[in-house]
């Protein structure tokens, strides 16, 4: 075991009982002092992303990754936006889910509570630093962040902004720490350090959080990977339609709830022509089935491979299917859970549609692009779960606290 990475995770463990009953006001005020400082120091946070984008380009690292590593004036601002958007939302701490009188006269309440310390390990996004622990504060937790060498010097610098925050308040700075990124084994060290970490969260590649699901010895909130679908039907209105796909697809290709795959109805060959011509001019390869190649110049053949591929690029999967049940088997073979939409004019394909899509979030006319914590009004998240238990979805704030069960009584006894 490495001892930084233990006395880490010690610290945050201590951390984490104050927090726990550090009032609502105060959690506040540290998300805006937190909130300002990030825009303060914002030109010492650009020149540390700097630093790992140039060596990320060094290594030929691909424009999609690169640009979900990069930070801009613009997205600093969006990031502290966030963090202020937290501090408006209300405590989930201390909410009374539930409460209930018993015969006997005992009053049984179920209340939200921290879960304690959260360990986040993620790839290459340095604005999950801050989600992560804007969100864990306000929910009363602490937080061991994992992210990736790549984005080293951001994360130190972003992690460095916020504890400096931190010692003007009464939150201690060890709720909020960085791990080392440049080594694998700090992966594995996090995973065996039940007791002092109380849940784990992957967000990141397939690799990364099939490797934290299956060799986690502490709980783990599987999030997921976005292979998300828009399907076209045949009543679909044509101009909606080509604002969905153009939005889902090229708004930012690089991101989960980005669409990879265009399902559009065989009886509408028209509205094929039109989304494929559209995409085109917004610089997406369309890898199409065998029909769409025959409908399609320039399309590219694609494989099987390409209907269970995440691209996060101009790329997209395009096929032709002949009802919305053929549509719900395709998304039911391919898809990953995360977000699936239907463009319809048709109330009855809409509400078959939704009943029959098993996915986190299903959308009817509407971009997979609102599949976002911030979209959903919950300041930020901190992943998209893609599981069934616990939660699923945007992890906000209620998302990420646990519950305890709280009994009054008088004397009652049990006979």
């Known amino acids: 075991m490495d001892n930084k990475i233990l006395e880490q995770a010690k610290a945050a463990k201590i951390s984490s009982r104050v927090l726990a009953c550090v009032t609502t006001d105060e959690k506040n005020r540290a998300l805006g002092l937190i909130a300002d400082a990030l825009e303060k120091r914002c030109g010492e946070i650009l020149a540390a992303n700097a630093l790992d984008v140039e060596a990320a380009r060094a290594k030929g690292t691909s424009e999609s990754m690169i ?42 309440s179920k209340v939200r509570v921290p879960l304690g310390v959260i360990g986040m390990i993620y790839e290459a996004r340095p604005n999950v630093t801050v989600d992560a622990a804007a969100l864990t504060l306000k929910a009363g937790s602490a937080v061991l962040l994992r992210g990736s060498g790549s984005a080293m010097h951001s994360n130190e610098t972003l992690v460095r902004v916020i504890r400096d925050a931190l010692r003007e308040t009464a939150i201690p700075e060890e709720a909020v720490d960085l791990i080392d990124g440049t080594s694998h084994d700090s992966v594995d060290e996090m995973m065996c350090l039940r007791g002092y970490i109380d849940l784990m969260i992957p967000r990141g590649g397939a690799g990364l959080i099939r490797r934290v699901v299956e060799g986690s010895r502490v709980p783990v909130l599987e999030t997921g990977v976005g292979n998300c679908h828009v399907f076209v039907d045949e009543t ?52 199409g089935d065998e029909e769409v190649c025959s409908l399609i110049e320039g399309a590219v053949p694609a494989t099987e491979k390409d209907f269970a591929e995440e691209f996060l690029s101009l790329d997209m999967a395009v096929k032709l299917v002949g009802s919305v049940d053929e549509a719900i088997e395709h998304i039911t073979r391919y898809g990953t859970g995360h977000t699936e939409a239907i463009v319809t004019g048709s109330r009855e394909n809409a509400d078959h549609f939704v009943r029959s899509i098993d996915a986190a979030a299903v959308n009817v006319n509407a971009s997979t692009r609102f599949t976002d914590g911030f979209e959903y009004g919950f300041g930020a998240e901190i992943g998209i779960s893609t599981q069934k238990m616990h939660a699923r979805g945007p992890l906000g704030l209620r998302e990420i606290t646990s519950y305890k069960y709280i009994v009054e009584g008088n004397g009652q006894i049990r006979g």
Do not use: F, Y
């Open 67 to 108: 640009d979900r590593l990069s930070l801009t004036g613009p997205r600093i601002s969006a990031i502290a936006e966030g963090v202020r958007q937290v501090a408006d939302l209300p405590d989930p701490v201390g909410e009374v889910v539930e409460k209930t009188t018993r015969p006997n006269g005992l009053v049984i």
């Open 236 to 287: 679909a209105d044509a101009d909606m339609a080509e604002r969905i796909v153009i939005n889902a697809k090229t708004q930012r290709p690089s991101v989960c709830n980005a669409a990879e795959t265009l399902l559009v109805h065989r009886g509408r060959p028209d509205m094929l022509k039109r989304l494929c011509s559209a995409l085109a001019e917004n610089g997406v390869t369309v890898h």
